[in-house]
């Protein structure tokens, strides 16, 4: 469940089906109606500063069952790429299948989503650590679930805002977050006085890192944009299950 690998293959056990979007007769007749503002998926409201810049379709179906509908998987994710191609000619795709052990139970979406690592999945599969376990005797402990971190067994004097600063980037593992998305995510609400510039994170950062000691490197500068958190091998992510969804839809 821990490996993944492009799908790049064409199709060759069925021929394509392209799918088409289908419009009702009746709308056809219609009168056209103004176009209303665009409502964010899902009804969330996003947080501030940040828009939409794509969005990823779990599909939980294993080769079986797609063999018994009369296609495989190389057949549907040639049919989507077709029919996104025609609806929306600038995109940019990316097809990636989950691989999970012979014989693994559960549902295939969920089966997916885990082995794809899906924040908001593995949130949830991540059992609160016992309260009189020990702590780790080396290495970076980030302890979501109790807000704290420990490096080599010890408890670090984080602050709040720099707990939130790693906690953000570590749900986020792999991808470079921007300035000025960390600014807008963790000072929502706050005025245009009291908001940090973008330096300011810069300081944040490096007193961050600071405290991480010689585990600094899990924080990485990406030069012109912003950061990115890297998991090390000496690093521990413990989740509990009020950890926060870095869900945008």
């Known amino acids: 469940m821990s490996t ?22 009746a709308a056809v007749e219609a009168p056209v109606a103004p176009a209303p503002e665009p409502a964010q998926p899902g009804g969330r409201a996003l947080p501030a500063g940040t828009a939409p810049r794509g969005f990823a379709l779990y599909v939980g179906i294993d080769e079986a069952k797609a063999s018994a509908s009369g296609v495989n998987l190389g057949v549907l994710v040639d049919a989507l790429r077709r029919t ?49 376990e020990e702590p780790a005797s080396g290495g970076v402990v980030v302890d979501i679930s109790r807000k704290r971190v420990l490096i080599d067994g010890e408890s670090a004097a984080f602050t709040f805002k720099e707990f939130e600063l790693l906690q953000y980037l570590v749900l986020r593992e792999g991808r470079t977050i921007e300035r000025t998305e960390l600014v807008t995510s963790l000072w929502q609400g706050a005025t245009d006085d009291d ?24 924080v990485r500068t990406v030069r012109g944009v912003g950061y990115r958190f890297d998991r090390h091998a000496d690093v521990v992510i413990r989740y509990g299950h009020g950890t926060p969804s870095p869900d945008r839809f």
């Open 84 to 132: 996104l191609a025609e609806l929306a000619p600038s995109a940019e795709t990316y097809a990636t299948v989950a691989l999970a052990p012979v014989g693994s139970g559960g549902r295939d979406v969920d089966v997916v989503r885990l082995a794809l690592h899906e924040p908001s999945a593995v949130a949830r599969t991540k059992q609160e650590e016992p309260e009189d």
């Open 195 to 218: 908001a940090p510039g973008e330096r300011t994170i810069d300081v944040h950062v490096r007193r961050l890192r600071a405290k991480l000691g010689r585990y600094e490197d899990i």
């Open 4 to 25: 993944t690998a492009l799908l790049d293959r064409p199709a060759t056990v069925a021929p394509v089906r392209h799918l088409r979007a289908v419009n009702h007769p």
